[in-house]
């Protein structure tokens, strides 16, 4: 993995020199597996993320925003109690493995100094954070419980001595010279990347690979050369934190990997990367946790109005015969004086054939000829009424079908907040029954939680990313001369530029925004209409989010991510 033991180590450098002695002011939770500290030092507040997620842990300084629960988890409840407005005196890597420990200095209930540590590890689903009472080396909590049934080696449990994961006996790179790694490296065993990873703590595939790579033709001299040479970059702190971007793939190190060939960014610092690297992907994956159930609801509806739209045609197929019932009652009506009750079908001169061909009629042997007649005409005005009907029918499936296909790419760009308003939406359309809280009480609704953007040229720039938010901002809160976009003919999200007469700057910028906020995101050349709010109507009557417009001018864009992250107001 990226966040290798060598990572962890430059990420510790880089958060000792900025938070190394501040004060832990607040203490949140907004995940199950994340904790945000809010650090006040060298007269900065920094947020500090703290992650166990199984497959996004990772310690940084993030600014991100991030929404908390209306009720705090019980780890964060204990979290602030113990270091709430306590000092940060220190905090640094365990030997080269992917372990930080922070020091902490406070004050417990009776006024005496107490010293804790908070312990992150970060080991992919086994990832944990842990508070320890550092007096007695006892664990008080962390955010996932594991019982010796689970680890032989050690629980992590409240009440339970903190123990150290199991030492892997590896050599210290930093403290390695060339001779050390010829030493550890049989070449005629071949793997070199493989044993290089088993003899040095902290190295990982991506770096060994790295070094066999830069070191060209991999024999006894160069080997050894590029190992030290690449372990000094980050021993000196000679860092260029890169994301390396290959075939859509994304991987980031402490610096430019040239083995994965790929398009390369660097950044300022190892946080700043990791926000870029990060963006939305482990916010992704908690929505796609939530919102199974939802997500296989809508899919479960769009089908089904599939389904019904092939039936609906079969049945609209079978009343175009409708013609052919008034033909065979005005025939039977001619030559009613040849019908006799009892046949089963009667062949008549076609008087409408200009050839004058003969048709076969069947007939219901049971009725009279006037009432077989009588059974085509009103089969006949059946199969209008059909039409008519069954063309309606067509119609209405059709639109749900749009308007659940739209859901879904809403709920596959959602974040966690736009989910509930998605879910709030079926509930207003009756498609889903209302949830209640455990205490009984109906979850009230909000005021929809849109987002914000600022134009280059300091122009606020509104999106809605679901249908409440798009009604909310297109039909409240927009004002009518503010310019409004939208994908033209692609599901997506409504966007309003808050101003009369923007940039032609602005109005590109904006229409990234839309393509970006559309099932047209992985696109180029996203076609996208702009037009002044006052010539954007909802018919009455309309799903959510949808409208009607004139008046519209259409611009041609390609997403731009970068530009989205760069445009974001926290």
């Keep these: 993995m990226s966040f290798d033991g060598l990572f962890t180590k430059s990420m510790a ?3 000792k020199q900025q938070l190394k002695g501040g004060r832990i002011n607040k203490v949140y939770q907004p995940y199950k597996n994340e904790i945000i500290l809010t650090i006040r030092a060298a007269g900065t507040n ?67 100094v107490s010293y804790k540590q908070l312990i992150i590890e970060i080991m992919g689903r086994h990832s944990n954070i842990i508070l320890i009472d550092k007096t ?3 664990i008080l909590d962390s955010i996932k419980h594991i019982s010796f049934a689970v680890n032989t080696h050690r629980a992590i449990l409240p009440g339970q001595p903190y123990v150290f994961p199991p030492e892997q006996n590896k050599k210290n790179p930093f403290l390695a010279n060339e001779e050390d790694v010829l030493r550890s490296i049989d070449f005629n065993a071949g793997k070199l990347d493989q044993q290089l990873v088993n003899h040095f703590a902290g190295v990982s595939p991506i770096f060994a690979k790295e070094v066999l790579y830069q070191s060209g033709l991999a024999n006894r001299t160069t080997v050894p050369k590029t190992f030290i040479k690449l372990v000094n970059k980050i021993k000196t702190g000679d860092l260029s934190p890169s994301i390396i971007t290959n075939d859509g793939k994304e991987a980031f190190y402490l610096f430019p990997l040239e083995h994965l060939k790929g398009e390369v960014k660097e950044f300022t610092s190892l946080s700043e990367m990791l926000d870029r690297f990060y963006y939305k992907k482990a916010e992704r994956d908690r929505v796609k946790q939530q919102g199974q159930d939802i997500e296989r609801f809508i899919t479960n509806e769009k089908e089904k109005n599939v389904k019904k739209i092939k039936k609906l045609e079969a049945t609209l197929k079978e009343a175009e015969k409708a013609d052919q019932f008034k033909h065979y009652g005005e025939l039977l009506t001619a030559n009613l004086f040849a019908v006799k009750k009892g046949m089963k079908e009667i062949e008549v001169l076609d008087y409408y054939d200009e050839s004058g061909g003969m048709v076969v009629i069947p007939l219901d042997p049971r009725k009279s000829p006037s009432e077989n007649a009588q059974k085509y005409f009103s089969k006949y005005q059946k199969a209008k009424n059909a039409v008519t009907i069954t063309l309606e029918q067509i119609k209405k499936a059709q639109e749900e079908v749009a308007y659940f296909d739209n859901l879904l790419h809403q709920v596959q760009t959602a974040s966690p907040k736009d989910l509930q308003e998605i879910r709030e939406e079926l509930v207003e359309g009756g498609y889903l029954r209302e949830r209640q809280k455990r205490n009984g009480r109906k979850i009230q609704n909000t005021k929809p939680l849109l987002d914000y953007f600022q134009a280059s040229d300091g122009t606020e720039i509104i999106v809605g990313k679901n249908n409440k938010q798009n009604d909310y901002l297109t039909n409240k809160l927009a004002a009518r001369d503010e310019i409004w976009l939208h994908t033209k003919d692609i599901p997506g999200s409504h966007v309003v530029i808050r101003s009369k007469n923007p940039s032609e700057e602005t109005i590109l910028e904006a229409a990234k ?51 989205v992250l760069k445009l974001k107001k926290n």
């Design 13 to 15: 450098d880089e958060l």
């Design 46 to 112: 920094h947020k500090l993320l703290l992650s166990a997620h199984p497959s996004y842990a990772r310690v940084q300084l993030t600014n991100e925003s991030f929404e908390n629960p209306s009720e705090p988890p019980m780890f964060c409840m204990l979290l602030r109690k113990h270091i709430e407005g306590s000092i940060l005196e220190d905090l640094y890597q365990i030997g080269n493995d992917r372990m930080i420990i922070f020091e902490i200095k406070g004050r417990n209930e009776i006024g005496d």
């Design 136 to 138: 007695r080396n006892l």
């Design 513 to 563: 925004l839309a393509a970006y906020f559309s099932k047209a995101r992985h696109s180029s050349s996203v076609p996208v209409d702009f037009t002044k709010v006052r010539h954007v109507k909802k018919p009455s009557g309309a799903k959510p989010g949808f409208v009607i417009y004139d008046h519209q001018q259409t611009v041609y864009v390609t997403p731009d991510e970068e530009l």
